[in-house]
């Protein structure tokens, strides 16, 4: 079992940053492909990026690239999501999600644990 606890989030304004921190703790957390997901009101979960076992790749998506940062530091137990340039889009609760697969995966469903979530709001 694995909990997951978010934190960083809260309101700026557009091309401001913030730092995402995600904690865990209950299981080897370098074993674990670690990524963050967001959801907007009215919107299904959507996969923002993602960092392989012991750090070994990320993958982000097309709408936050060059502009998101994914990373972990296995000896604090910590992924991040460094936010730069935000833009009122990128308005919405962003989740940690932890898996057991090598490959980082962009679906939620196929993530196995869940953090509580942090509400990112972006204003104009």
């Known amino acids: 079992q694995v909990q997951l606890v978010e934190s960083g989030g809260g309101l700026v304004q557009a091309g401001d940053s913030l730092r995402l921190s995600c904690t865990a703790s209950g299981a080897p957390f370098a074993r674990y492909t670690m990524a963050w997901f967001r959801q907007a009101p009215g919107k299904e979960r959507e996969f923002v990026a993602g960092v392989g076992w012991f750090g070994g790749g990320t993958k982000h998506t097309d709408s936050v690239k060059g502009r998101f940062t994914i990373s972990r530091d296995n000896a604090k137990n910590t992924v991040y999501l460094q936010m730069d340039s935000l833009e009122p889009e990128d308005t919405a609760v962003y989740y940690c999600?932890?898996?057991?697969?090598?490959?980082?995966?962009?679906?939620?469903?196929?993530?196995?644990?869940w953090g509580q979530g942090t509400q990112v709001t972006v204003s104009s």
């Open positions: 999600a932890a898996g057991r697969s090598a490959r980082i995966l962009t679906t939620a469903d196929l993530y196995d644990y």
